[in-house]
């Protein structure tokens, strides 16, 4: 992580570590309060910050950045205060189960992150394969190819064949727009 990137981190963590923990007798009076948005719900949140933290810090270099893992907790957590203060939860058990949601949620979005990731990993390999047998068959065939006859080579159906060209052709734009302000800039 940067130097600006962990001076982010301790900031976020000092202001989280300076909120004052509630007592239990604090929770107790908060709790049944705390089902619907307010200032009772607001202030076990907070209360509770110091677990979203850590549990975006545990799950830190996994391909989301710790703020946003932040972000994210920080909303779980603000579910499960509603949910468990809605069930008439104990006080004593708050603080598990918060860190139990938050922990879950985390996953699941560090989970969700990872299959993003894959599937544009794929996306690229598919234009690269594409841009391949595109050029090749329009060597071979000495004119474009059509996408029937890419779905053959590729082995696609006509439809990603068609998704991954207009993908293609609107890269081959930009670059050449990109290319062409360059030279440009140059006269």
């Known amino acids: 992580m940067s130097e600006e990137g962990d001076a982010t981190l301790d900031e976020l963590s000092a202001q989280v570590r300076s909120i004052p923990r509630l007592r239990e007798d604090e929770v107790a009076r908060l709790l049944p309060q705390a089902g619907a948005s307010g200032p009772a719900q607001e202030r076990l949140v907070e209360d509770h910050l110091g677990v979203v933290f850590d549990a975006a810090l545990a799950r830190r270099d996994r391909g989301v950045d710790v703020v946003d893992l932040y972000q994210e907790g ?3 957590a603000i579910v499960a205060v509603a949910e468990y203060s809605s069930r008439g939860g ?6 598990a189960y918060v860190a139990r949601v938050v922990g879950t949620h985390l996953d699941d979005t560090l989970e969700q992150a990872d299959l993003e990731r894959r599937a544009d990993e794929a996306f690229v390999r598919d234009a690269q394969l594409y841009e391949t047998a595109e050029v090749g068959l329009r060597h071979k065939l000495e004119r474009a190819p059509t996408t029937t006859e890419l779905a053959a080579v590729l082995e696609w159906p ?8 207009d ?7 930009i670059w050449d727009q990109e290319i062409t302000q360059y030279l440009d800039d140059d006269d």
């Open 74 to 76: 920080t909303l779980a």
């Open 90 to 95: 104990a006080p004593a058990g708050l603080r």
């Open 158 to 165: 006509e439809e990603r064949v068609e998704v991954v060209a």
């Open 167 to 173: 993908a293609v052709n609107n890269a081959r734009q």
